[in-house]
């Protein structure tokens, strides 16, 4: 996966988000769709498979080769990358004289201990000496100065809203010494090197014209909270070629423009790897490739640390979620198949049918 950090900017308390493209602009819930994947109700058969069989294989052919789940997850996960960097959690004083008061570990807290409020800050950079307008964590950071600034987000109340401006389509933004730009601050606009060229900015390789990925995140103990929501504005990026690199065998031109949830699923122990998750989706939007594009509402689940593991939600009935089932590609050592009210079992698209374990046809289409 591509590193892109450095086209975040994140900004405190979400106001809701507005785009020409749809989008959620409150949290959705996705409770429905995560029962419908764990309790699937149809009873699939020919007459189903025949039904949609096209359909699934049409989605799953834009999901995958547009990794458009891998381009939002990745922002998520370079979020999660800068609070862990960046953010520094507030705690006081709990009982003794000092109680109440800041501190940083018990030494500070006279006959009390020093504790979590469960609240933190994010943003902070050195007001003054040699790091001036760098981002820091505390004093240490920066010489001949102090840390301070940032915006106080208190637990389980916090949110931030992320803008993220996409790579585009220049194989030029992978050229080490391609142009950036400052993004924001008094040099906005300007050629830079590094952050310290971009005071109150941050320095990219990005421009607005890219598109944008606009999302909203709950915090919780220093990490993101199960859902997160927002849009993509037109957002246009690369995808290297299979078994290459954009460099060595060229990429395709991908874009996604639309409304944006994921379910990170039950919270996890701290340090967590989001990539090692079951991550659900659920897309409503356009999908581009190559020159094509692919309308899709469509609800689907990947683990990036397995490669092709895409399960995809199908529903067959009325109303909406009333009868479901789920098709998966890669899931519990089975290469492609069907899970159902019956039960799970192995198929195949290109061969339009569905078998036994001894590869005995079930029914086929």
């Known amino acids: 996966m591509k590193a892109l950090t450095s086209f975040l900017a994140v900004l405190a308390l979400a106001a809701p988000l507005s785009s020409c493209a749809p989008s959620f602009d409150t949290p959705p819930d996705l409770q429905p769709l995560l029962e419908a994947y764990a309790q699937p109700t149809a009873v699939v058969g020919s007459q189903i498979m025949s039904a949609v069989a096209d359909e699934i294989a049409e989605a799953a052919e834009w999901i995958e080769d547009s990794e458009v789940f891998e381009e939002i997850l990745q922002v998520i996960i370079d979020v999660q990358q800068e609070l862990d960097a960046a953010t520094v959690t507030v705690k006081t004083c709990n009982g003794g004289a000092m109680s109440g008061s800041d501190c940083s570990a018990d030494t500070d807290c006279p006959d009390g201990t020093c504790v979590s409020t469960g609240n933190i800050v994010v943003g902070q950079t050195c007001e003054d000496g040699d790091n001036k307008g760098n981002e820091c964590v505390d004093d240490t950071d920066c010489p001949g100065g102090t840390c301070g600034g940032g915006v106080l987000i208190p637990t389980p109340t916090g949110q931030i809203r992320v803008n993220y ?16 730009i400052c993004d924001g601050g008094a040099n906005a606009g300007s050629a830079c090197a590094a952050k310290e060229d971009c005071p109150d ?13 606009n999302l909203t995140m709950t915090l919780d103990s220093r990490g993101i ?7 993509a504005d037109n957002c246009l990026y ?41 991550v659900t989706f659920l897309l409503e939007g356009t999908i581009g490739f190559d020159g094509d594009t692919y309308r899709i509402n469509q ?14 939600l199908v529903d067959v009935g009325e109303p909406a979620l009333a009868e479901t089932f789920n098709y998966f590609f890669v899931f519990e050592g089975l290469r492609q198949g069907i899970r159902d009210a019956n039960g799970l079992f192995e198929c195949s698209l290109e061969d339009s049918r569905c078998f036994d374990q001894d590869d005995n046809t079930l029914f086929s289409w």
């Open 238 to 278: 690369l995808v290297p070629i299979e078994g290459g690199n954009c460099e060595a065998a060229g990429c395709y031109e991908a874009s996604y423009d639309g409304g944006v949830a994921v379910d990170l699923g039950d919270p996890e122990p701290s340090g967590q790897d989001i990539t090692e998750l079951i």
């Open 165 to 180: 401006i996409c790579p585009g389509v220049d194989e030029r933004q992978f050229d080490p010494d391609y142009l950036n």
């Open 201 to 213: 900015g941050a320095c990219v390789k990005a421009d607005p014209d890219n598109g944008t990925i």
């Open 299 to 312: 609800s689907f689940r990947v683990v990036l640390a397995l490669e092709s593991a895409l399960e995809i």
């Open 225 to 231: 909270g199960r859902v997160v929501w927002g849009t």
